[in-house]
């Protein structure tokens, strides 16, 4: 199975960026679109980026324009790069791989990392 690892997150001010990456163990990594959630305090954890094995993506409404998943498989790893950052922002960010589009980039399991905090304040 994959193991998960998010880094990256930390504070910053609205309009900056900060570039998240999810590294990943196991082979298995490539066979499986991956995504990003985030959950911010007494909230449902939402979904934010998914990208598929062969690199198709999509985002959620709210951070369409600013935010940007990519993934590298050489080096099992998947980033969030995230522009112009809104104190809404702010929220504990996850990773995990994903059902495909086609199942809404619902996460394939309930396995959570300690994900990465992203506080944006001024």
């Known amino acids: 199975q994959v193991q998960l690892v998010e880094s990256g997150g930390g504070l910053v001010q609205p309009g900056g960026s900060l570039r998240l990456s999810c590294a990943a163990s196991g082979r298995i990594f490539n066979i499986y679109a991956m995504a990003w959630y985030r959950q911010a305090p007494g909230k449902q954890r939402e979904f934010i980026a998914g990208?598929?094995?062969?690199?198709?993506?999509a985002y959620a409404d709210s951070v369409k324009g600013r935010f940007t998943i990519s993934r590298d498989n050489a080096k099992n790893t998947v980033y969030l790069q995230m522009n112009s950052l809104k104190p809404e922002d702010t929220a504990v960010y996850y990773c995990n791989t994903a059902r495909p589009p086609s199942a809404g980039w619902g996460p394939r399991n309930d396995y959570w990392g300690q994900g990465t905090q992203v506080t944006v304040s001024s």
């Open positions: 990208i598929t094995t062969g690199g198709s993506t």
